[in-house]
Nanobody, 121 residues
Framework: QVELVESGGGSVQAGGSLRLSCGGS?????MGWFRQPPGKDREGVAS????????TYGDSVKGRFTISRDNAKKEMYLQMNTLKPEDTAMYYC?????????????????WGRGTQVTVSS
């Protein structure tokens, strides 16, 4: 049974940085970060393959966010720089995505409970 716990969310001013962490247990393959802004659908932010060989970013975060993972610690990270108000959302950690290249969750995906990120202008 895979379980995920996110941490590191909070409030920051535009231009600031935050680092999200996701701790996991159980067998984990492709992992990713998703977010759901208020009143909008959940969207893919970034994904990373099991060995970290393949990484995908959503267009809105390319060049500002960096995803990484430490398999020995069973943790995944999202370094978020140059944050914008439109980055405000609930951020979710996900494991065992159906498609890593396309950040497609699939029916077998495991979700964390989420951590709130709020960016003020």
């Amino acid at each position: 049974q895979v379980e995920l716990v996110e941490s590191g969310g909070g409030s920051v001013q535009a231009g600031g940085s935050l680092r999200l962490s996701c701790g996991g247990s159980g067998a984990i393959n492709c992992m990713g970060w998703f977010r759901q802004p208020p009143g909008k659908d959940r969207e893919g932010v970034a994904s990373i393959s099991n060995r970290g060989t393949f990484i995908t970013y959503g267009d809105s975060v390319k060049g500002r966010f960096t995803i990484s993972r430490d398999n020995a610690k069973k943790e995944m990270y999202l370094q978020m720089n140059t944050l914008k108000p439109e980055d405000t959302a609930m951020y979710y950690c996900a494991a065992n995505l159906e498609s890593c290249d396309h950040m497609r969750p699939g029916i077998g995906v495991i979700w964390g409970r989420g951590t709130q990120v709020t960016v003020s202008s």
